[in-house]
């Protein structure tokens, strides 16, 4: 089966850049999306299409994507990005599905 | 402005079947390129993708649940129905019903708008 893996946790200081890194186990990898959950919270879609920022989602949130490994990068990170992070994709017989999660920690 | 609610029991007992309704305003199941999805989540654990029925009444489920998984539409009520046979205590969760967007052929797409979600306890 498809999978996504992600690193458990990341830790960064107020205003350091994050990265949290999404592997996709096969080729061709699919387009990616990234979600944000906050505690007790539902997801809130902060990157779709690799690398595209929906409307309202600050501008320090931008993804990349290179082979098979997918980063969301969070530059100047704020006390308030402090949460999960999902990434998701769908694999190439149409099975959506979600890495395990990272818990963005900031000092 | 797009919601979605998810609405069902907070408790069954093991091998009962489950049955959430997730009751949306602000799009339409039959507009091309749109899909519902349910997305479910144990405490302090992982999202989990379950089923996604798209507009043109295709359906997709998470392979490891298929055979216990069936979602439905309602596009006149707009509701969409998910129904998870043979509950056991490791199917307690928050259960998530979510707007979808399609980008390829294949299928492959998003969720832009989540409901709050409702917790599903399994236990006799």
């Known amino acids: 089966s498809y999978e996504l893996t992600q690193p458990p946790s990341v830790s960064v200081s107020p205003g350091q850049t994050a990265r949290i890194t999404c592997s996709a186990d096969?080729?061709?990898?699919?387009?990616a999306y990234w979600y944000q959950q906050k505690p007790g919270q539902a997801p809130v879609l902060v990157i779709y299409?690799?690398?595209e920022r929906p409307s309202g989602i600050p501008e320090r949130f931008s993804g990349s994507s290179s082979g098979t490994t997918i980063t969301l990068t969070i530059s100047g990170v704020q006390a308030e990005d402090e949460a999960d992070y999902y990434c998701?994709?769908?694999?190439?017989?149409?099975?959506?599905?979600f890495g395990g999660g990272t818990k963005l920690t900031v000092l | 402005q797009i919601t979605l609610k998810e609405s069902g029991p907070t408790l069954v007992k093991p091998t009962q079947t489950l049955t959430l309704t997730c009751t949306f305003s602000?799009?339409?199941?039959?507009?091309?390129?749109?899909?519902v999805g349910w997305i479910r989540q144990p405490p302090g654990k992982a999202l989990e993708w379950l089923a996604l029925i798209y507009w043109d009444d295709d359906e997709r489920y998470s392979p490891s649940l298929e055979s216990r998984l069936t979602i439905t539409k309602d596009t006149s009520k707009n509701q969409v129905v998910l129904t998870m046979t043979n509950m056991d205590p490791v199917d307690t969760a928050t259960y998530y019903c979510a707007h979808g967007i399609v980008t390829t052929i294949l299928g492959a797409g998003y969720f832009d708008y989540w409901g709050q979600g409702t917790l599903v306890t399994v236990s006799s």
């Open positions: 602000g799009f339409s199941l039959s507009t091309s390129g749109v899909g």
């Open positions: 299409k690799d690398s």
């Open positions: 096969a080729l061709p990898k699919q387009n």
């Open positions: 998701q994709s769908v694999d190439s017989s149409g099975t959506w599905v």
